[in-house]
């Protein structure tokens, strides 16, 4: 319930900036504020709209992007650090090793 409240007063205030283009009063300092105001409202529940929707994990899909770069990341990296070990050896053995 609290999702869709949040999309709805997500969008009145787009639909208070589009009042405020139509009667042209955007153009003004007022109707400037205004519009700033309702986009900075608009936000706000829009934000909150995505967080309901991430914890219901309806967003699954973002984060399985994440997931992907983690894994290419962690099959990476032990090569690479492996290469980067044999790579700093000496080819002459130190005299502690003889």
């Keep these: 319930m ?8 997500g969008i009145v205030p787009l639909l208070g900036i589009a009042w405020t ?5 955007v153009t003004t300092v007022d109707g400037l504020f205004m519009s700033l105001i309702l986009l900075t409202l608009s936000a706000v529940f829009f934000l909150n709209a995505f967080w309901e929707l ?14 992907v770069a983690a894994a290419v990341t962690t099959n990476v990296t032990p090569k690479v650090t492996a290469n980067l070990a044999s790579a700093n050896k000496d080819a002459t053995p130190k005299e502690s090793e003889r």
């Design 2 to 9: 609290m999702l869709v409240i949040s999309i709805v007063l």
């Design 21 to 25: 283009i139509v009667t042209g009063t």
């Design 54 to 67: 991430r914890e219901r994990g309806a967003l699954a899909f973002l984060d399985r992007k994440k997931n």
